[in-house]
């Protein structure tokens, strides 16, 4: 059974940082393709960041490009976002991805498994 596990969201002001983490079982990770998604209350699941299989390509939205970076540790099954210079427009429920193909996407429909969700809120 898959399990994808998101962990260290929280509360955190404007200008601040945070690391999640998306910890995979079930599946051999270094197969998928991993990503970020997010969800404002009121708003359809966006697209953030995905990461190749590798690590090596990555993609961001242009909301987040320059602000966060993605990464995984494949060894550890493990795939993180380090967000920084946080805005209030940042904060959503954000949810981590698997797709098993070799390249990712930016619509939710097309990732095969999710996680439960973490919530991110950035105070002005």
């Known amino acids: 059974q898959v399990q994808l596990v998101e962990s260290g969201g929280g509360l955190v002001q404007a200008g601040g940082s945070l690391r999640l983490s998306c910890a995979a079982s079930?599946?051999?990770?270094?197969?998928?393709?991993m990503g970020w998604f997010r969800q404002a209350p009121g708003k359809e699941r966006e697209f953030v960041a995905w990461?190749?299989?590798?690590?090596?390509?990555?993609y961001y939205a242009e909301s987040v490009k320059g602000r966060f970076t993605i990464s995984r540790d494949n060894a550890k099954n493990t795939m993180y976002v380090q967000m920084n210079s946080l805005k209030p427009e940042d904060t959503a429920v954000y949810y981590c991805?698997?797709?098993?193909?070799?390249?990712?996407?930016?619509?939710?429909?097309?990732?095969?498994?999710w996680g439960q969700g973490t919530q991110v809120t950035v105070s002005s």
């Open positions: 990461i190749s299989r590798s690590g090596i390509s990555t």
């Open positions: 079930g599946l051999t990770f270094s197969s998928y393709v």
């Open positions: 991805a698997a797709r098993p193909y070799s390249s990712g996407s930016i619509y939710p429909n097309e990732w095969h498994y």
